[in-house]
């Protein structure tokens, strides 16, 4: 840490001292002077400045700092602070980032940094290692650290085993609460933060878990076992975690205990991985039913990026060649009626627009168990009479104005009474698409969008068309 002198002796090359400099703007976004303060020390291998331009960041302001810099920088900035750096913040930047970067990173320097992590945080950064890498950095730590770490990656990835936290308090239940207390003011390396102590037998068996406010409560010759939960909150290791997200999400959980198959305590699951957990499975619920890949970051190469969205272009390419078919069934009436043509893709837009709103609805309610076999019918009923009702109301608006721009009333009623069919199925078909895909086992975040397209498109045309050629006979 630098004192004020050392600060006040420290310039940029420009001659702003460097503490000046705001690591945001006004909106909050990185200050590109800042990064250039910061590329220039590294340039100049000026370690005491670029101490002082990051002192006391924040592992997720310097997260976002790496990202800033030019991927040549930031392995070198890591170098260069050496025991100042906070490995923590390699968890706060892109996949694609943390991995060009460890790529860089000599692996005992990757090493030195994992030991000084959280156990949760350290899985985090060797699962983006290759397995060559990641055994030969496991193989720099000490045996006792490199068995927790092991036994965590061999759980399945998206698992609790994966994201919990190894480092926790586990006491026998015969120990009094003032041992315990006595225990914790003893103990140099306990974790971090912690919300409660868990109970185990000698072979490691949970037997329960005593929250710290009831803990400091009690009196100190009580017994752990006189004052424990027998029934604490637990995950299975192999729980995927966005089912543990829910559990934490519907009982207000702060912290639960992770068990093997065997019940044996192997970790604990806190608060602050599953806020992770929800904005990373929103995240990639939003960019499936975008039809983007759910792991495409914005450091991603242009061509990974266009070879992950291709097939799903490519599939959108397909559904609408038969929609083109279905215009082509009534080509005589477009000749004769060029309204027609005019109007058509206000029905078909008006049908794709209502089929994303009802399947975002759907997928999302799919995703967190809210819809299922016990309100399903009520849920399709509810749709079919938003997309009847959505149907009149812009009936009679886009009636009226088809009606008034082309001096014909019976086009109006037309394209009417095909915003009405459009509408309906739009809404049927967002939500039928979904349900069908999940039955059989599909994600429905992934496939719905372009069937639900294809559905709106085929039927707005159809109806559409078909309604116009039969009621000017066409």
Not at 218 to 240: C, E, F, G, L, Y
Not at 309 to 314: D, M, N, S, Y
Not at 369 to 390: D, K, P, Q
Not at 395 to 409: D, K, N, P
Request: hydrophobic residues 50%; aromatic residues 6%; proline residues 4%.
């Amino acid at each position: 840490m630098l004192d004020a002198e050392d600060k006040a002796a420290l310039h940029t090359p420009d001659g702003v001292v460097a503490d000046s400099l705001p690591f945001r703007d006004e909106e909050g976004y990185v200050n590109p002077e800042f990064v250039s303060a910061v590329s220039d020390a590294i340039d100049a291998l000026d370690t005491e400045r670029l101490r002082l331009l990051v002192d006391d960041f924040h592992e997720s302001d310097l997260g976002d700092l790496l990202e800033a810099l030019d991927p040549e920088h930031r392995p070198r900035l890591i170098e260069l602070l050496g025991s100042a750096f906070d490995f923590t913040a390699l968890t706060e930047v892109d996949e694609a980032v943390r991995e060009e970067i460890l790529e860089g990173l000599e692996t005992a320097t990757l090493a030195e940094g994992v030991r000084e992590l959280d156990s949760d945080d350290a899985v985090t950064i060797l699962e983006s290692l290759d397995e060559e890498d990641k055994a030969e950095v496991l193989d720099h730590l000490p045996a006792v650290e490199r068995v927790a770490l092991q036994r965590s990656l061999d759980y399945p990835e998206g698992s609790a085993g994966r994201r919990m936290q190894s480092e926790l308090i586990a006491v026998p239940p015969f120990w009094t609460v003032g041992q315990t207390i006595d225990y914790m003011r003893d103990t140099a390396d306990l974790p971090e933060t912690f919300y409660e102590i868990f109970v185990i037998d000698p072979a490691g068996h949970l037997l329960g878990a005593v929250p710290l406010d009831r803990l400091l409560r009690s009196k100190r010759p009580i017994t752990i076992q006189d004052i424990m939960n027998d029934d604490p909150d637990r995950v299975a290791a192999t729980q995927d975690q966005e089912e543990v997200a829910r559990l934490f999400e519907r009982y207000n959980l702060v912290s639960a205990a992770v068990v093997d198959e065997a019940n044996r305590l192997v970790g604990v699951m806190m608060v602050d991985d599953i806020v992770d957990v929800l904005e990373e499975e929103a995240d990639a619920d939003i960019k499936q039913l975008g039809g983007v890949k759910s792991d495409e970051e914005l450091s991603d190469t242009v061509f990974y990026i266009q070879r992950s969205r291709f097939p799903w272009l490519f599939i959108n390419m397909c559904t609408a060649l038969i929609a083109a078919n279905v215009i082509q069934l009534f080509e005589g009436s477009l000749e004769r009626m060029v309204a027609l043509a005019v109007l058509m893709p206000i029905v078909a837009s008006m049908g794709g627009n209502a089929g994303t709103q009802t399947m975002t609805v759907a997928v999302r309610a799919l995703a967190t168990r809210e819809l299922g076999r016990s309100n399903a019918w009520r849920i399709i009923r509810r749709e079919a009479m938003v997309g009847l009702l959505n149907g009149m109301a812009f009936a009679l608006i886009m009636g009226t104005i088809a009606g008034l721009w082309f001096q014909s009333i019976e086009l109006g009623i037309v394209i009417g009474m095909a915003l009405v069919t459009v509408l309906i199925f739009a809404a049927l078909g967002g939500i039928f698409v979904p349900l069908s895909l999940n039955k059989l086992g599909v994600d429905p975040a992934v496939s719905s969008g372009p069937f639900v397209t294809s559905i709106t498109d085929i039927v707005g045309f159809f109806a559409f068309l078909g309604i116009a050629t039969a009621w000017f006979h066409l």
